[in-house]
């Protein structure tokens, strides 16, 4: 089988052309121009046989990203498994949000970011802006050791801790706090696409809401005054985000759309 005979392949069977070439270019480790130019190039028995088991899964909606064992994120090549969500280009908003308040934050401002998965959100935003001082937080230990993987090989300092949204900061204090929390209702139809991610990472039932109260509930406490606090969000959840975050007591309310121009970042500044 060469390149043209097995892209050909996959594309009869229903994957589109690019996630094709995109998935035989990572096998190769080759650029995807390169396949163009170079069609007529034999794969080995070894390499057809791994295509052959990465086409399968992927029909079956294994995510690219955890055949590949990475994904790209603010322009971070992350590691990623079973364990962790596959970061999302949307989630780039609240990083980019984050950035623009950062510099108004002190000298070097404390950060935290809760449900880190791969750790995307927090080295994203150390890797922008090195003076932050961050924490990222995550109930499960593979994502957490994810994380922490991720943050040795790309050589950014971030401390990594282990436990339930709040439970392990204690009575600590920061200047940004940050969150990409489970909220995709209990009943979503799109959830049995997302099978093979963590569910507990997608959806926490329900409304969907009830990660984001959690967080919004106990923010006060952690946050130094005027501080901020920023949450991902359903296409569908900024009104009720938005009422939430006023009912706290939070002010300075905004939302941020993402890449297909819904609102999916909320967020708040406690007062001074």
């Keep these: 089988m060469n ?3 097995a892209l050909a392949e996959a594309r009869s069977r229903g994957l589109d052309r690019l996630e094709a070439q995109l998935l035989l270019s990572a096998l190769l480790g080759v650029e995807r ?3 163009i130019s170079h069609d007529d190039a034999e794969l080995t028995p070894v390499q057809a046989s791994r295509f052959a088991d990465w086409l399968a899964q992927r029909l079956q909606d294994v995510p690219l990203a955890y055949l590949v064992g990475e994904k790209e994120f603010h322009g971070l090549a992350l590691q990623v ?3 962790t969500l596959v970061p999302r280009p949307d989630t780039e908003v609240l990083v980019d949000w984050a950035l623009e308040l950062l510099p108004g934050l002190g000298a070097a401002p404390r950060v935290v970011d ?7 959100i927090a080295l994203a935003v150390k890797h922008r802006h090195p003076a932050a001082r961050m924490t990222a937080v995550d109930l499960s230990p ?3 050791a994810m994380a922490a993987a ?3 090989r790309l050589g950014l300092a971030v401390e990594c801790l282990a ?3 709040w439970q392990p900061l204690a009575d600590r204090r920061f200047e940004l706090i940050l969150s990409n929390p489970p909220y995709i209702a209990g009943d979503d139809p799109h959830l049995p696409a997302l099978r093979h991610e963590p569910l507990t990472a997608l959806t926490p039932g329900g409304d969907g809401l009830s990660a984001l109260r959690t967080l919004i509930d106990g923010a006060p406490a ?5 501080g901020w606090l920023l949450l991902e969000h359903g296409y569908d959840q900024a009104a009720a985000v938005a009422a939430a975050l006023a009912e706290r007591g939070f002010v300075a309310l905004d939302c941020r759309r993402d890449l297909g121009g819904q609102p999916r970042v909320s967020g708040g500044r406690w007062p001074a």
């Design 114 to 120: 809760l449900g880190t998965g791969s750790g995307a």
């Design 3 to 5: 390149i043209a005979q």
């Design 150 to 152: 991720n943050a040795r």
């Design 142 to 144: 593979g994502a957490l």
């Design 33 to 35: 121009g390169w396949l």
């Design 222 to 226: 952690h946050l130094a005054a005027g």
């Design 163 to 165: 436990g339930d949204w």
């Design 81 to 83: 498994d079973a364990h």
